[in-house]
């Protein structure tokens, strides 16, 4: 069974750093593109950032410059390291596995983010 555990989030000051992590374990996890997403209040979740397989990244438009997400085969980790942080960078933040249009996993609990003065 596929377990994805996120970590990392808290509260931090507009400008402000954080680094995420998602350890996964139940797949081969070398082989899978693997993907943030965040979720904010009364809004749908959304793309943040993926990296295949051969570490190819892709950013949403709303964080370019700002993040960078990273990966760790040896620890079957993936890392989201993020800069500059602004309020509306606030929401739960998720990774996941992109499957076309599903995901391998059922979502797991999230690591909640707030940008706030």
């Known amino acids: 069974q596929v377990q994805l555990v996120e970590s990392g989030g808290g509260l931090v000051q507009p400008g402000g750093s954080l680094r995420l992590s998602c350890a996964v374990s139940g797949i081969i996890f070398s082989i899978y593109t693997m993907g943030w997403y965040r979720q904010a209040p009364g809004k749908q979740r959304e793309l943040v950032a993926t990296i295949t397989s051969g570490g190819s990244t892709n950013y949403a438009d709303s964080v370019k410059g700002r993040f960078t997400i990273s990966r760790d085969n040896a620890k079957n980790t993936v890392y989201l390291q993020m800069n500059s942080l602004k309020p509306e960078d606030t929401a739960v933040y998720y990774c996941?596995?992109?499957?076309?249009?599903?995901?391998?996993?059922?979502w797991g609990q999230g690591t909640q983010v707030t940008v706030s003065s």
């Open positions: 996941n596995a992109p499957m076309g249009r599903t995901y391998l996993a059922s």
